[in-house]
């Protein structure tokens, strides 16, 4: 049976909820090569230029990704790297796509702003209909799409004003949510969006009005510690069955087991030091142009 088309019951669901069935569907992702990946400036908490960075390292860790969502299926276009663009393998931040519409990114950082043309620039040279925005917004990295919502994250980098301008390009209702701890300065590495409006999150990363509104919006989402949270366990990319996270992150993994998900483990260590992991160095393409 084709990987993409697997189906999977969980062998030991959790004792409140029954057995539960789940289906990986084929998706379409965006990624680009860390050939020039480097740690030369701090404009996170995770960075530090005093550390020396193995770019050969970052590479084969992530060919080892590029290569697992292949054998799981999936499509995977490849962005050509830039020389002095080190944070272009974070492609998630590079774009937000929802029904072959393409909302560019503008980066708060001028050591990132070149990404955004960049990246805009493959999405018109590949017939998708695009936006240069006009506030900023870091894609995928702040911007997350569920069957109902686009969640969108605010605090540290994208802006309120970049919420509105994606809710009037995509069409779809935005929930702008409040980050706190700067550790979690995007929405990826706070929240995950699992399959439809299933998600999980860590809830010490948002202000207590979000923590509410994600309460009442998503019931059953799956919380996770500070801990797991800290390992990078919530930048993951799902594909309804099969979850993609940095290995260490193991008590995610048993949660999501415990939710009839199945968990791959991936070491992503050296591109950790970037302040990204698994979802960070993908974007999803959703609808083909």
């Known amino acids: 049976m084709h990987p993409a088309q697997l189906t999977y019951r969980s062998p030991a ?7 539960m069935t789940r289906t990986a569907r084929p998706r379409r992702y ?9 740690v030369s400036y701090a404009i996170n908490p995770w960075m530090d230029p005093a550390k020396p960075v193995d770019t050969a390292l970052a590479v084969a860790q992530w060919e080892r990704l590029y290569e697992l969502y292949l054998e799981l299926g999936h499509r995977v276009d490849l962005i050509d790297p830039i020389p ?3 944070d272009m393998v974070y492609a998630a931040n590079g774009a937000t796509v929802v029904d072959g519409r393409v909302l560019g990114a503008r980066f708060r950082n001028t050591e990132r702003a070149a990404e955004g043309p960049a990246y805009l620039d493959w999405f018109r040279e590949h017939g ?3 936006h240069d925005p006009a506030h900023v917004n870091e894609g995928e990295g702040d911007l997350l799409l569920t069957d109902r919502y686009l969640l969108a994250g605010r605090g540290f980098r994208s802006v309120s004003a970049g919420h509105a301008e994606a809710q009037e390009f995509l069409g779809r209702p935005v929930v702008g949510l409040d980050l706190v701890d700067p550790r979690f300065y995007h929405l990826d590495t706070a929240l995950s969006v699992l399959d439809g409006d299933r998600i999980m999150y860590y809830p010490g990363a948002f202000s207590a009005g979000s923590r509410a509104v994600l309460a009442r919006l998503f019931p059953d ?3 996770v510690t500070e801990e797991d949270a800290s390992a990078f366990g919530l930048n993951v990319a799902s594909d309804g069955l099969n979850v993609v996270l940095p290995e260490p992150a193991t008590g995610v993994a048993a949660k999501l087991r415990e939710h009839g ?10 591109l950790l030091k970037g302040g ?3 979802k960070c160095c993908t974007l999803e ?4 142009a």
Do not use: K
């Not at 669901?13 to 057995?19: C, N």
């Not at 965006?30 to 480097?38: I, N």
């Open 261 to 270: 998900f199945r968990p791959i483990g991936v070491d992503l260590s050296e």
């Open 128 to 130: 998708f209909t695009t």
């Open 84 to 86: 002095g663009l080190p």
């Open 276 to 278: 990204g992991s698994v």
């Open 221 to 223: 989402a799956v919380l």
């Open 13 to 19: 669901p959790h004792p409140r909820s029954p057995a």
């Open 285 to 288: 393409i959703r609808g083909a």
């Open 30 to 38: 965006l990624m680009c090569r860390p050939t020039h990946f480097d």
